[in-house]
């Protein structure tokens, strides 16, 4: 229960100050990468975020990657898959403008366990693809290269890859997997 009132206290608190710049029109277009940028976790260097031809936002590569070159190590809190839905859903009161921007971004890494980040990073811009050119280690949780990747390459992960609960597939996954 400690977990939860420290991640909802930190999740209001941003979202003021969110809904206050938001509201203050300081920004112009949700497409405008100045908008949301600033409010990203820079957690893997030598990338940046553009739009995908795959989806929405993509993260790119900013110079020449090696193979087996590591981007970053993910980091984060271990939550019951459970628990963390209970915590997103307790959220819905945010106003729109500010959910699209925090949320509580997770990678699988155990069956129904999710290493959880609840300030957005780089890494949540990192889209699924079947021949991807990117890997997550699990043993080490660092995100690593498969392939050389020249610079402007968009960096993709195979979804599949990640220990995804059977619930997740049916309800979100079967659609985009």
């Not at 940046?48 to 590591?70: C, N, Q, T, W």
């Not at 209970?86 to 990678?107: A, G």
Request: hydrophobic share 40%.
């Amino acid at each position: 229960m400690e977990t939860f009132g420290l991640i909802v206290l930190g999740i209001l608190v941003l979202s003021v100050a969110l809904s206050i710049i938001v509201t203050n029109k300081t920004f112009k277009s949700i497409k405008s990468q100045t908008m949301w940028q600033p409010y990203i976790v820079d957690n893997i260097p030598d990338t940046y975020i553009a739009p995908s031809e795959i989806h929405g936002m993509g993260l790119f590569a900013g110079r020449d990657f090696a193979k087996g070159e590591v981007l970053t190590k993910l980091d984060g809190m271990m939550l019951k898959e459970e628990e963390f839905y209970r915590i997103r859903d307790s959220l819905e009161f945010l106003p729109d403008n500010v959910k699209n921007y925090i949320f509580m971004e997770w990678t699988a890494v155990e069956q129904e366990r999710l290493l959880v980040r609840p300030f957005r990073t780089k890494y949540s811009f990192i889209n699924h693809s079947r021949t991807p050119n990117l890997k997550i280690n699990f043993d080490t949780l660092e995100v690593v290269t498969l392939t050389d990747i020249k610079k402007d390459t968009e960096l993709t992960l195979d979804y599949r890859e990640e220990k995804l609960s059977d619930d997740y597939i049916r309800q979100h996954g079967c659609s985009y997997l």
